[in-house]
Nanobody, 123 residues
Framework: QVQLVESGGGLVQAGGSLRLSCAPS????????MGWFRQAPGKEREFVAA???????NYADSVKGRFTISRDNTKNTVYLQMNSLKPEDTAVYYC?????????????????WGQGTQVTVSS
């Protein structure tokens, strides 16, 4: 069982930036494909970005050019750099890991989830 811990959420003005981090609670030698998802109030959880074991990336159209996912395997950590934030980016952001290699966009293909971190963008 892999437990994931997110950090870096907060309140930011529109146009600002935040960087989210996600790491397992215990160090692991496995290099899992990782994804970031988000859920706004009253909406379904949606895909944001994913990175494969080999660092191939995949993004939702709504965040392309603004968000960057990356990983540091020496630290077992995945990051989501969010720039040019908009009020519609406000949501709880979740990181997830899956057993496999590909950076998939489908929520149900992820095996492990963090508790989420709140991101609020004010206008």
């Amino acid at each position: 069982q892999v437990q994931l811990v997110e950090s870096g959420g907060g309140l930011v003005q529109a146009g600002g930036s935040l960087r989210l981090s996600c790491a397992p609670s215990r160090r692991t030698t496995s290099t899992y494909p990782m994804g970031w998802f988000r859920q706004a109030p009253g909406k379904e959880r949606e895909f944001v970005a994913a990175i494969s074991s080999g660092s191939t990336t995949n993004y939702a159209d709504s965040v392309k050019g603004r968000f960057t996912i990356s990983r540091d395997n020496t630290k077992n950590t995945v990051y989501l750099q969010m720039n040019s934030l908009k009020p519609e980016d406000t949501a709880v952001y979740y990181c997830a890991a899956r057993v496999g290699s590909a950076a998939v966009t489908t929520l149900t293909l992820y095996d492990y989830w963090g508790q989420g971190t709140q991101v609020t963008v004010s206008s």
